[in-house]
């Protein structure tokens, strides 16, 4: 297993900055996903790991290695992209076989690495049918085996599931997964979607501006967001503005909030992060205590949603679980409350 880094990575397209100073470590063998808005630079990012485009300024070292300058083909990573990019008059072996083939390897030797490859992603006789005789899921399954055939150090997807549909992306989520495990690959991961993030990684990173602003376990990440970013782009927040005092944030309509987050001195400005499904209107939730009235209730199946607004005109949401199909009525006033230690004081 091998480690990645990238050390002080900038890059830049014309007078657009698209990297700035990114210094992390993707762990032997880790699951990690970038995530992001459009333009935040994680697909850059990854591809700099892979040798298609050069940083302006920095490293990225491979194990001990250091690849800032050497191409693709020197690398031995393993790439699976988006559009699985497959050769549609070859065979699906063939297709598996091309990067072996590449490096030299053809005959028995080859088959059984085929063989090997298209057993771990449960293809096994699929080899001499077309990439057109295979569902969207089997060539991604493909796709994926050509990644992984040629033993590469690290694999890097860009958003490979992003083609196939919820049910199909769901049950290839769990695929992944599975295969991440047994190669004991390190892998990196572009994703646009926060579920997928959270369901796949031992690690999430999330980017904004061509920086990372927090990096750490998706647990860690999801309940102990460290900016307003980080709380609104990974999950829904509701943020409360207030005043320090005493220990506590008096809010900007008087009510008085506690939290176990380490807030600045008394008389700073804060802004708190309550998760939606973490408030509730039973009354022995927590000591957070605050009266809203319900403006719009959204039926999803296992989950309630609802939207309210304080008498000061504070939005907050509510996410409820669909219990005994008993829903909260639009237009009725109550009242919300939450613990101190789900109240997350945020830096900016």
């Not at 199946?301 to 504070?314: F, H, I, N, P, Q």
């Amino acid at each position: 297993m091998t480690n990645v880094k990238v050390q002080s990575v900038a890059k830049s397209f014309g007078a657009t900055p698209v990297l700035t100073d990114i210094t992390t470590e993707f762990g032997e063998g880790s699951f990690t996903s970038l995530l992001g808005p459009s333009g935040s630079g994680k697909t850059t990012l990854l591809r700099i790991v892979a040798g298609f485009i050069r940083p302006d300024q920095g490293v990225v070292m491979i194990g001990k290695n250091d690849v800032t300058h050497i191409p693709v083909w020197g690398r031995n990573i393993g790439m699976m992209f988006q559009s699985y990019a497959l050769f549609p008059h070859m065979t699906i072996a063939q297709n598996v076989a091309f990067g072996l083939e590449r490096r030299g390897i053809r005959g028995d030797a080859a088959r059984k690495e085929v063989e090997r490859a298209l057993e771990m992603v449960r293809l096994p006789g699929f080899g001499n049918r077309l990439p057109k005789q295979l569902s969207g899921g089997q060539q991604q399954r493909v796709a994926l085996a050509r990644a992984i055939v040629i033993k590469p150090s690290v694999l890097l997807l860009d958003e490979p599931l992003s083609a196939l549909d919820r049910r199909l992306r769901q049950e290839m989520q769990v695929e992944l997964l599975r295969i991440q495990r047994e190669s004991g690959l390190t892998t990196i991961f572009v994703t646009h979607d926060q579920e997928e993030a959270l369901t796949l990684s031992d690690n999430v990173a999330i980017l904004d501006k061509g920086r990372i602003v927090q990096i750490g376990a998706p647990a860690t990440v999801y309940e102990q967001p460290r900016t307003r970013f980080a709380a609104e782009f990974l999950g829904d927040s509701n943020f409360l503005a207030g005043t320090v005092e005493a220990g506590a944030v008096r809010l900007d309509n008087g009510a008085v909030v506690q939290t176990t987050s380490t807030l600045p001195v008394t008389g700073s400005k804060v802004t708190l992060a309550v998760r939606p499904e973490k408030m509730s209107t039973a009354p022995d939730t927590g000591t957070n205590r605050i009266s809203a009235r319900i403006t719009t209730v959204i039926y999803a199946g296992a989950v309630l949603s609802y939207m309210l607004e304080t008498v000061d005109g504070l939005a907050l949401k509510l996410f409820a679980q669909n219990r005994d199909g008993q829903l909260l009525r639009q237009g009725e006033t109550v009242t919300l409350s939450w613990s101190p230690e789900h109240t997350v004081a945020l830096a900016d």
